[in-house]
């Protein structure tokens, strides 16, 4: 079975179109948990609607606002403490659009990778979408300049592949962090997101993988909106940005640095080396930085980006 978690928060203008997707999968085998971090909106009463039509619909309301990433992290947790290691997992957010064929054609990649104590993280390319549901661009990969290939640890500790919503993990991946919480009593403090946290495991563990099709429709609105898609457009937004890149820098490098704290142990000797390379990243003189970077290819997709690192640090 797909078990499918969704966080909502105030997600009322999009979350039956949502819905709807889901429930127009080709693959009829999953379980949709959701998890309300507080709405104040009408999410609920659109949530127990759908529930009340289709038992493999639930949700719960949280105590308190958890954000995001905290949310994901603890309905994965959670789900995965069941134990059932024949599960395959996915991730919704609360105002994007499926495609009907997108989880059989998850599940028939993952079919072919699954196995025991092996971390998967696959991952798909999405089209983007307005407000209104109108096409701004046929590839968010295009669109942002991303190579969405380059999975290998040293690029993912600098760049996260996934988007969230496109994700199917297997149930060895999230024994991993589950393992890792019940040791801890904590999730990780330094997480920036729940999918990149996954990634990490994914590429440190087991494997990451593109599945090199586009399987969903990324809505663009606010504060995630990606704006010009054009070459240059893109260039002029990073370089009018350079101080916020650079605090995004160091809160990456704080990531992998709790990430080499939680995990350094587990880690093969190739990996940890790569791992404690990162980490000390923040300690390192200018020189010594780009000779570390260009060494262990600490780099984002494409030319610009690697420019901009060789900038920022």
């Known amino acids: 079975m797909i078990e499918i978690l969704m966080s909502t928060y105030n997600g009322e203008r999009f979350l039956a179109e949502q819905l709807d997707s889901i429930l127009a999968q080709t693959e009829p085998d999953w379980r949709l948990s959701v998890s309300d971090d507080g709405?104040?909106?009408?999410?609920?009463?659109?949530?127990?609607?759908?529930?009340?039509?289709?038992?493999?619909?639930?949700?719960?309301?949280?105590?308190?606002?958890?954000?995001?990433?905290?949310?994901?992290?603890?309905?994965?947790?959670?789900?995965?403490?069941e134990g059932d290691r024949n599960r395959w997992y996915c991730f919704a957010d609360q105002d994007d659009v499926w495609l009907p064929e997108k989880l059989a054609t998850l599940a028939e990649v993952m079919s072919a990778m699954d196995q025991p104590g092996f971390p998967v993280a696959l991952y798909s390319d999405v089209c983007l979408i307005d407000e209104n549901g109108e096409e701004i661009a046929p590839s968010y990969y295009g669109a942002m300049h991303v190579q969405p290939h380059d999975a290998d640890l040293a690029h993912m500790l600098m760049e996260n592949k996934m988007i969230g919503q496109t994700m199917m993990v297997n149930h060895a991946l999230l024994e991993v962090a589950l393992a890792n919480e019940k040791k801890?009593?904590?999730?990780?403090?330094?997480?920036?997101?729940?999918?990149?946290?996954?990634?990490?495991?994914?590429?440190?563990?087991?494997?990451?993988y593109d599945v090199g099709k586009v399987l969903g429709r990324y809505r663009q609105h606010g504060s995630n909106a990606i704006g010009g898609t054009d070459f240059m457009t893109y260039v002029k937004s990073r370089a009018e940005k350079i101080p916020e890149t650079r605090q995004k820098l160091l809160a990456d490098i704080r990531q992998g640095q709790?990430?080499?704290?939680?995990?350094?142990?587990?880690?093969?000797?190739?990996?940890?080396?790569?791992?404690?390379?990162?980490?000390?990243?923040?300690?390192?003189g200018k020189m010594e930085k780009l000779a570390v970077i260009r060494r262990y290819g600490f780099y984002k997709s494409g030319m610009t980006r690697r420019i901009m690192t060789d900038i920022l640090v």
């Not at 009340?52 to 308190?64: H, P, S, W």
């Not at 704290?261 to 390192?284: M, S, T, V």
């Open 184 to 208: 801890t009593g904590h999730i990780p403090k330094h997480m920036i997101m729940h999918d990149w946290w996954f990634a990490l495991i994914a590429a440190a563990f087991g494997k990451a």
């Open 258 to 284: 709790e990430f080499l704290e939680l995990f350094g142990d587990e880690l093969d000797p190739q990996k940890k080396e790569i791992l404690e390379a990162f980490a000390r990243l923040d300690r390192c």
């Open 39 to 81: 709405s104040c909106d009408g999410t609920i009463g659109i949530l127990e609607a759908y529930a009340g039509k289709d038992d493999r619909i639930r949700f719960r309301r949280n105590e308190r606002n958890l954000g995001p990433a905290a949310n994901f992290y603890l309905m994965a947790l959670d789900v995965a403490a």
